[in-house]
Each structure stands twice: as structure tokens, then as C-alpha cells.
């Protein structure tokens, strides 16, 4: 089946520790993205990602970093920098048009330990 | 900068009975509005989504429909059943705004259909 795959589904990150969090798509689209939810909220962008090796700050990327070798993947990386994080972060996919939907994966879920 | 707003937060209403959700956004530039499904610790579920130039789409019991140049769109489910409790999120895609591949998303109504 075609979809979207986040991993891990939950994440424990110490004090000062980057994590990364894996989104892999097979549904052949251009476009990949990451979100942030908080509990009550709706969801913020973090980045984007249009093609291959490129990508953009959405509204909240101050203490994130992603990477967009593969058209497949679009990992996020939550780094020290980023001093409140947890939240449910989500991983979306879409095809290049920008009348098409986006698509959602599962989720994982980041804690401070 | 976009703001989409979903009223009420919660809703609770007993099964069988046909109910509305809504939402509004400030810009009506917009290119499309989606509705998702929320599942507790799930991801989204795409449900329907309106182009800017339709007024409304239908699957099954639900039926979106969008008023672009007031702001608004609802979001219609016949017959409720308690499998339909979820948050339901709206999401406009802004062609005004630095991205057109950007969503904004509203807060979402939480739904209980009692049984």
C-alpha cells in the first residue's frame, strides 16, 4: 500500500541531545513537510520541502534542521537548540500541484526525559 | 498573515442526529480548503477537499462547503454514529501568502457521538 511511514512512533530526547525523526513516503510526490502540534492547537509548519535538495523555513523552524537527499525521505532533526519540544510531530506529503491534498503519516510523539 | 478559526472546540451531540462544523479564515485568497479526520494520536485523515473555484464536495454522509468571499466553510455529517467522534480540522491553502504549498490550519472541533 502507498503511504506515508513515520518512525519511531514515540521518542525520548535527554537534555542537549539532537534526535531525529524518520518520514518516508511512496507515494511518489514532490512535496514533503513537518509539523508541530501542540495540545489543543491546530498544526504549525516547521519546513518544507518542494524537490530534491531543497527546502524551506516554515513558521517555527528556529532549533530544527531537515535534509531532502532522497525524494523519498525528509528526515527532521529536533537539535538542543530547540527548548521546549515536546509535541506530536507530523510528516505530510503531497504532489507538486498545489491543488492537490496533502497526506498524513501517524505521527511520533517526542518527550523530554 | 492567514488565521483559521474553528468554533466550537467541543462538541457533543447524540447518535443519529445530523450536525455542522465550522470554520472561518481571515484571507479569501485561497487556493483550496481541506477537511481532516483526527483520530486520538493519530495522524490526519484527508476527509474532502473544495477548490477555490467549487462550492461544495460530498462523501458518503459528509458534504463541505465553501463561502470564499466570506470567510467561511462547514463541514455537514448526517446521521452521526460513534465511530464519527474525532477532532476535525480545516486547512486553507493561502495563494496570497510567500508559499503556495503552505497550509493553515484551524484548532479543530472535537466531536463526541454518543450512543
Known amino acids: 500500500d502507498g503511504g506515508i511511514t513515520q518512525s519511531p512512533k514515540y521518542l525520548f530526547r535527554k537534555e542537549g541531545q539532537n534526535v531525529t525523526l524518520s518520514c518516508e513516503q511512496n507515494l511518489n510526490h514532490d512535496a514533503m513537510y513537518w509539523y508541530r502540534q501542540d495540545p489543543g492547537q491546530g498544526l504549525r509548519l516547521i519546513y518544507y520541502?518542494?524537490?530534491?535538495?531543497?527546502?524551506q523555513k516554515g513558521d517555527i523552524a528556529e532549533g530544527y534542521s531537515v535534509s531532502r537527499e532522497k525524494k523519498e525521505s525528509f528526515p527532521l532533526t529536533v537539535t538542543s537548540a530547540q527548548k521546549n519540544p515536546t509535541a506530536f510531530y507530523l510528516c505530510?506529503?503531497?504532489?507538486?500541484?498545489?491543488?492537490?491534498?496533502?497526506?498524513f503519516g501517524d505521527g511520533t510523539r517526542l518527550s523530554i526525559l | 498573515k492567514q488565521e483559521v478559526t474553528q468554533i466550537p472546540a467541543a462538541l457533543s451531540v447524540p447518535e443519529g442526529e445530523n450536525l455542522v462544523l465550522n470554520c472561518s479564515f481571515t484571507d479569501s485568497a485561497i487556493y483550496n480548503l481541506q477537511w481532516f479526520r483526527q483520530d486520538p494520536g493519530k495522524g490526519l485523515t484527508s476527509l474532502l477537499l473544495i477548490q477555490s473555484s467549487q462550492r461544495e464536495q460530498t462523501s458518503g454522509r459528509l458534504n463541505a462547503s465553501l463561502d470564499k468571499s466570506s470567510g467561511r466553510s462547514t463541514l455537514y455529517i448526517a446521521a452521526s454514529q460513534p465511530g464519527d467522534s474525532a477532532t476535525y480540522l480545516c486547512?486553507?491553502?493561502?495563494?496570497?501568502?510567500?508559499?503556495?504549498?503552505?497550509?493553515?490550519f484551524g484548532s479543530g472541533t472535537q466531536l463526541t457521538v454518543l450512543p
Open positions: 520541502s518542494q524537490i530534491v535538495n531543497d527546502f
Open positions: 486547512a486553507v491553502r493561502s495563494s496570497s501568502s510567500g508559499s503556495a504549498r503552505q497550509l493553515t
Open positions: 505530510a506529503s503531497s504532489r507538486g500541484n498545489s491543488n492537490q491534498p496533502q497526506h
